[in-house]
């Protein structure tokens, strides 16, 4: 099929839109040979159709382990990649299907609807500290200390420990064009090392946490290996908070350059869960998609792809497919038909959607009712985006009438 098609991650248009670089590879063909950030290769699905089927396909897995590029491995952090491998997120059934019931009581939507009150409080509290100055940036003061207080919170995290965490994670996850081995091994041991020291410490005063319960399976029911348990903690903290972040600043974001959309919503609230449904098709923290890759061949939109290939389940292009969405590249928070594939499908659907969804609900509604005048301190097209697979604005500078 040619030679791949790069991803332009040097280039600042793309990096602001990737969306008409992504319409074009739809309309070349279904399937496409692409190399992605790190120069790793591989297949890119383009179509919703093709990616729905992907993802619910039992041939197709999760575990690196089951890649024939070897540069993936590489890529982990060398001190604890095979308890990095045993995560939950990596590994499939039986053990996927062990772990996830482990931890899946504690994000169902009667749970998760119960924390309600305790989401808009903390939010309340941190516009409470922003509204009188008459500027703020959503992405530092309300978009990443909110979802970070609440799984710190779930989870029996110190909150005062955030700062820590929060740099390793940005050490980890933040090698976007420039991956550095030596900080990603530093940052996973000061991780992994906090997170065993924390689980000791619980193992002497349990809480009603989420960790203390993971504890309790792990000592008195047997139910996890001991690096499983850390890599649960490391998954439930640093997922629980980091896709969260992008859709509160870049959803805000999204809706202020968008005046008529904005309106709408402002004027009947009822709309906001709608409205953020809307824009976790329309522009969603995960970016392209996620990678799988098949136990054996297949053959996905007419093209063969061998067993052990690399395959970008492209869900955020899916997501903009025009023979599933109507009008797709415009956004509409009236949108009814919304089935996107921003959380994923299948066995790996995201276990922590109902939260996002709340905390994006309750973030992005009092934003607008609270701060008077919202408006962007820079145009949208002047904001700097992450890259990569995680997608949002590193700032959202705005400004608005002080409270």
């Known amino acids: 099929m040619g030679e791949p098609e790069v991803f332009p ?26 190399a992605t950030v790190r ?11 093709d990616g729905l089927a992907a993802l619910s396909d039992p041939r197709f897995s999760s575990d690196l382990r089951d890649a024939t590029d070897g540069r993936l491995l590489d890529l982990l952090p060398s001190a604890e990649r095979e308890s ?56 530092a003061d309300i978009a990443l200390p909110l979802p970070v207080t609440v799984i710190c919170e779930l989870l029996g995290v110190p909150v005062t420990d955030r700062a820590r965490f929060q740099e390793w994670t940005d050490d980890i996850l933040g090698q976007e064009q420039h991956y550095d081995r030596d900080v990603v091994d530093r940052a996973w041991r000061r991780m992994w090392g906090y997170l065993e020291g924390l689980i000791a410490d619980k193992r002497g005063h349990s809480g009603d946490d989420l960790i203390s319960a993971l504890i309790t399976a792990r000592d008195d029911e047997g139910s996890l290996e001991e690096d499983e348990l850390v890599a649960m903690a490391f998954l439930l903290l640093v997922a629980g908070y980091i896709t969260t972040v992008n859709l509160i600043a870049g959803g805000t974001a999204t809706l202020l350059a968008h005046p008529q959309q904005l309106k709408l919503v402002r004027d009947d609230p009822g709309l906001l869960p709608g409205a953020v449904e809307e ?14 890759f098949p136990t054996e061949d297949v053959e996905i939109g007419g093209v063969r792809i061998p067993r052990g290939d690399t395959v970008m389940i492209a869900t955020a292009i899916a997501d903009r497919d025009p023979e599933h969405f109507a009008d797709p590249d415009r956004l509409d928070v009236t949108r009814t038909e919304n089935t996107h ?45 992450h890259v990569a697979s995680l997608r949002g604005p590193k700032a959202v500078p705005v400004t608005f009438t002080p409270v």
């Not at 040097?10 to 670089?21: G, H, I, L, T």
């Not at 824009?279 to 799988?292: E, K, S």
């Open 9 to 34: 991650y040097d280039d600042p248009a793309f990096v602001a839109d990737p969306f008409p670089f992504y319409k074009r590879l739809r309309r070349e063909g279904p399937v496409r040979r692409v």
């Open 39 to 49: 120069g790793i290769e591989g297949w890119l699905v383009t179509r919703y159709e």
């Open 84 to 139: 990095f491998l045993r995560s939950m997120i990596r590994v499939g059934p039986p053990d996927h299907t062990r772990l996830r019931r482990l931890v899946s009581k504690a994000f169902t939507a009667r749970r998760v609807a119960a924390l309600r009150p305790r989401v808009q409080e903390i939010t309340d509290d941190l516009i409470d500290a922003v509204a009188p100055a008459g500027r703020a940036d959503l992405v």
């Open 279 to 292: 824009l976790l098709r329309y522009d969603g923290p995960v970016n392209p998609g996620v990678i799988r």
């Open 341 to 385: 594939l921003a959380f994923g499908h299948g066995a790996h659907y995201c276990l922590g959607a109902p939260l996002a969804r709340l905390e994006g609900e309750i973030a992005i509604g009092t934003i607008l009712r609270r701060l008077p005048d919202l408006t962007l301190a820079v145009p949208f097209d002047e904001l700097r985006w």
